[in-house]
């Protein structure tokens, strides 16, 4: 059921009130003299559970007259059915608020959930709206959860927003890689290992995630504040015929990648059932590790192994790579050969 509630008093106060023809002309001009328009404030999926949809939005126009200064021209509430409702306050300024938000509007397609469940993202708000208060110092005007019905895993979000200019430059960040195929494994702990790996790092992370998924593509990302992005990357390394080869050479990747200055963000393998192989995947903020796949070729894996060490020392002493391990990876599916690909600090 979608409500509507329009306010045409001048001071207005709240959702309901009803002016003559008179009183309208009067305000129209007021805000033609004034420069000021009309605008709106939307919440999207806001929680109203057995509370009559126009009262929140009426209690939340309150607030938003008292803590921005705007004059409230009304509200409109189109309840979804499942407790929740799409809100909209319009408001008349002379400029539209600036509302900062851990989702401002995101490109089609791209992700926004970063929890299983509505237990799990209502346990973990406390905690974002923390980290949004300390690394932005703005205060929440509005947190809640909600589900994201276009993804089909992660699907709960955390929304918080709060009116006014971030300090300092900061922003909140949703730092998102695109991959097309389920991943292996515990996806759980993947997030929570690269979650600890950046705050080892200094980045001021709320959350990572591995293995999102909206319609047919799957994500890897985390929300972090910072004055600019880490443009965070995600490598595909090499592909196998089976699962069982791909979580054999993880494990030497990581071990490669932890001889680095830093240790890899996440390592992971993903199924690709049309092609019926599995990809090797790693994530890094660039000027994490320099790669290159060397000229030399092997006729099998074990050939590659058996020469991997020749290969690196050759990068080591003649082309002054700071090496950290090789990985052989399949050079071409048709001929089955394989090379070795060097990883070097930058």
Not at 99 to 104: R, V
Request: glycine share 8%.
């Amino acid at each position: 059921m979608k409500i509507q509630s329009i306010a045409y008093l001048v001071f207005v106060t709240i959702a309901g009130s009803v002016l003559n023809g008179a009183a309208q002309s009067g305000m129209a001009e007021m805000r033609s003299s004034l420069g000021s328009n009309v605008y709106s404030y939307e919440l999207a999926h806001y929680p109203t559970g057995d509370q009559r949809c126009e009262g929140i939005a009426a209690d939340l126009a309150v607030r938003l007259r008292d803590e921005a200064g705007v004059q409230v021209y009304g509200t409109d509430c189109d309840g979804n059915g499942d407790g929740t409702a799409n809100l909209k306050i319009n408001y008349i300024a002379e400029t539209e608020l600036t509302i900062t938000s851990t989702q401002p509007k995101k490109l089609m397609g791209i992700p926004s959930g970063m929890y299983r469940s509505m237990e799990e993202c209502q346990a973990g708000l406390a905690a974002e709206v923390s980290a949004f208060q300390e690394n932005l110092g703005l205060d929440s005007f509005v947190s809640y959860c909600f589900q994201d019905p276009d993804q089909k895993k992660y699907p709960f979000v955390a929304r918080i927003d709060a009116i006014g200019v971030a300090k300092d430059g900061m922003r909140v960040i949703d730092d998102m890689e695109l991959f097309y195929s389920p991943v292996f494994g515990d996806t759980d702990i993947l997030g929570d290992v690269m979650t600890e790996r950046l705050r080892e790092r200094g980045v001021k992370v709320a959350r990572a995630v591995v293995g999102m998924q909206s319609g047919t593509e799957y994500w890897i990302g985390a929300r972090y504040y910072a004055k600019a992005s880490h443009l965070m990357k995600l490598r595909e390394v090499t592909s196998f015929k089976s699962e069982e080869a791909c979580h054999r050479d993880s494990e030497a990747l990581l071990r490669v990648l932890e001889n680095g200055k830093v240790p890899p963000l996440a390592v992971f393998c993903t199924g690709d059932n049309l092609l019926g192989e599995a990809r090797l995947y790693f994530m890094m903020i660039p000027g994490d590790y320099a790669s290159e796949k060397a000229p030399d070729v092997f006729a099998d894996r074990e050939a590659c192994l058996n020469g991997k060490a020749a290969v690196e020392d050759v990068y080591r002493t003649s082309l002054r790579r700071d090496v950290i391990g090789g990985l052989c990876v399949l050079n071409s599916r048709s001929a089955g050969d394989y090379s070795v690909r060097v990883f070097s600090n930058p």
